[in-house]
């Protein structure tokens, strides 16, 4: 078996201009990155720079225009069955209650339903949501929100954990208790994490180490940092470490023209 969970090698996406179809848009161009098993990885990048196409093409959502996606050392064909997708927005159905919510995979997977229900309160206790496996959608909090879509993954065991700015829309100390509870689930089976951020600081207080892409179109990565601060790490406790200062300096310099590069094409299309 291979030592890395997922590889995207030499992925390119180009895609045909909404403004205009006669003309092509490269979103992705020539871009390697690879994931060991066991490894928590973040990519950050300027807004709209192909950070969640990325993502995509993990998971099999997404045929790249070039370039092979291997997991585990295999080919991947189709979609990722070895991944779980924790999605920017939220993907919970309003119509059922959290526990129904949680169950939903493994009822697709053919589990029975007492199982799967089993399975579901034991993951919605170890998200902090224990006695609230009744409640809606619309009856939870953001973070509470969050914790259900958390559990709705990680109930499923993948192999390969994708997160595509899972917290942005919380307020600080939400995003915050809900990094730390990641980073405990993640230190408890070590799966593999691509963690897509544009938040630079959440980026090394999380991962072992940080990819940085270009601004786009034609997206790269333009830099890749160890992130060789002390596990266990408590996200804001961390940021006050000498090391982390550093880690921010050195990132920041790489990532620093990209995003005003994605800043200057942004009110470029506003305009």
């Known amino acids: ?40 990885v973040s990519v950050v990048g300027p807004t709209g720079c192909g ?10 959502l997404l045929e790249p225009s070039s370039g092979t996606v291997n997991i585990f050392g295999k080919t991947l064909s189709g979609v990722n069955a070895r ?50 496996g009744d409640r809606y959608p619309h009856q939870l909090s953001g973070g509470m929100r969050k914790r259900v879509a958390l ?21 600080i100390q939400t995003r915050q208790l809900m990094e730390n509870e990641v980073l405990e689930l993640w230190s408890a089976k070590k799966k593999a994490v691509l963690f897509i951020t544009h938040d630079l600081d959440e980026a090394i207080a ?11 179109p034609a997206t790269h990565p333009i830099g890749e940092f160890a992130i060789d601060l002390a596990r266990p790490r408590d996200v804001a406790e961390v940021r006050t470490q000498p090391r982390f200062v550093e880690l921010h300096t050195q990132i920041w310099e790489v990532l620093r023209d990209e995003v005003l590069k994605g800043y200057a094409q942004q009110l470029k299309k506003a305009a």
């Open 1 to 40: 078996m291979s030592d890395y969970a997922l590889e995207l090698l030499s992925i390119s996406c180009t895609f045909h201009s909404k403004d205009d179809p006669g003309q092509r848009y490269t979103a992705v161009a020539d871009t390697t990155l690879r994931i060991r098993a066991g490894e928590f």
């Open 51 to 60: 950070k969640s196409t990325l993502l995509n093409v993990g998971a099999g």
């Open 83 to 132: 991944a779980g997708y924790m999605f920017q927005t939220e993907a919970l159905m309003p119509w059922r209650s959290a526990i129904d919510n949680v169950m939903v995979g493994l009822q697709y997977r053919g589990v029975p339903d007492a199982e799967a229900r089993k399975q579901a309160e034991a993951w919605l206790s170890r998200v902090g949501l224990s006695g609230f």
């Open 151 to 171: 559990a709705q993954t990680l109930v499923l065991d993948p192999d390969i954990i994708l997160m595509d700015e899972p917290f942005s829309a919380l307020d």
């Open 206 to 216: 999380m991962s072992d180490r940080v990819v940085v892409l270009s601004a786009g």
